[in-house]
């Protein structure tokens, strides 16, 4: 035996006792239940309509119901804007309809079945949401379309082609040297691209074009983009959602002409429900409301 070694093995043990204590945090995390309801039925990939019934919710350690029985159909294929005060539940509502939480009480059904029955992973797959708070990773531009490992393959290329040349990048991706393979952000490449804000929402919508999920969720962001610029993005993501169902939260009313319904929250129900034309014209409405100081914050800016 020498010394040398002597010390190698008590460093081992150390080593040993050091990584044990990590992995009992993780065992005491795994021994967690799950926060949500894990069902196991099959879901039918395609057009599905979604209804919530008496829907309630509070959040985890809060006392706050900030959904009051929200009642809401949703049809194959139909587009919805959701409006309403900040606070008023509109992101806690898409939150439920993508299973990031289940409802306190009340059900949200999915072709007449309860959500949690469902298998989770094939829930989620019906879906392709764009979150205000979307990431653009440091891969190339095809990377963020597809979220795969970029082994060359020529039919996905064509396909991320097809998704670019829909969301108006095609001009972009054209002059760059390295076009699909040019890298976003030079953390990896000295040549990689900083794309605008605007660039940036038209690839997060291009990739959830790319996943050809059914339903299809936007965010749509308060500051990115000018109105002007964010006006053409959206009337051209209306005509690019096309069959699919598309659940919109709006903060700018614009994008609400495009859409087939709009909902209204307020105080944690849905408190007006209908097309534009119905809506705009309420006495008192909310909706009527809103729409009147927003167009009158265009005309002045
Ligand atoms: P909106 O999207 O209409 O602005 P939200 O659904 O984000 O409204 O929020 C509704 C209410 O829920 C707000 O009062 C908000 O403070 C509260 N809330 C949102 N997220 C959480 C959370 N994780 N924990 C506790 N309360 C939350």
Redesign the pocket.
């Known amino acids: 035996y020498s010394i040398e070694r002597d010390n190698g093995k008590f460093g081992n043990i150390q080593d040993i006792i050091k990584r044990t204590n990590y992995a009992y945090e993780y065992v005491k995390l795994m021994e967690f239940p799950d926060a949500i309801h894990h069902g196991t039925k099959p879901v039918t990939h395609g057009p599905h309509v979604f209804e919530f019934k008496d829907v309630e919710f509070t959040?985890p350690g809060?006392e706050?119901k900030?959904l009051k029985g929200v009642n809401l159909k949703i049809e194959a294929g139909e587009h919805l804007s959701v409006v309403?005060l900040?606070?008023?539940?509109?992101?806690?509502f898409v939150k439920l309809l993508c299973r990031l939480y289940d409802p306190t009480s009340g059900v949200i059904l999915m072709d007449g079945i309860d959500i949690r029955e469902y298998d989770y992973d094939a829930y989620m797959r019906e879906f392709a949401p764009v979150f205000q708070d979307f990431k653009l990773f440091a891969f190339t531009m095809e990377e963020n379309i597809t979220l795969e490992n970029n082994a060359k393959n020529e039919e996905r290329r064509a396909e991320v082609l097809e998704v670019i040349e829909k969301v108006g990048l095609k001009d972009k991706i054209d002059s760059l040297e390295q076009g699909l393979d040019t890298y976003v952000f030079k953390h990896y490449d000295e040549s990689g691209i900083e794309p605008s804000g605007g660039e940036q929402q038209k690839l997060a919508i291009g990739r959830a074009l790319y996943k050809k999920s059914p339903v299809i969720i936007l965010d749509e962001p308060t500051a990115a983009l000018d109105p002007v610029a964010e006006y053409e993005i959206y009337r051209k993501f209306e005509e690019l959602v096309g069959g699919k169902t598309a659940v919109y939260?709006s903060h700018r009313l614009s994008s609400c002409r495009f859409c087939d319904q709009i909902a209204v929250?307020a105080d944690g129900v849905v408190s007006e429900y209908g097309n534009h034309e119905s809506l705009v014209n309420k006495e008192n409405g909310i909706y009527a409301e809103m729409f009147a100081a927003q167009a009158q914050y265009y005309q002045t800016a």
């Open positions: 959040y809060s706050v900030v309403g900040n606070g008023a539940g509109k992101t806690t939260i929250f």
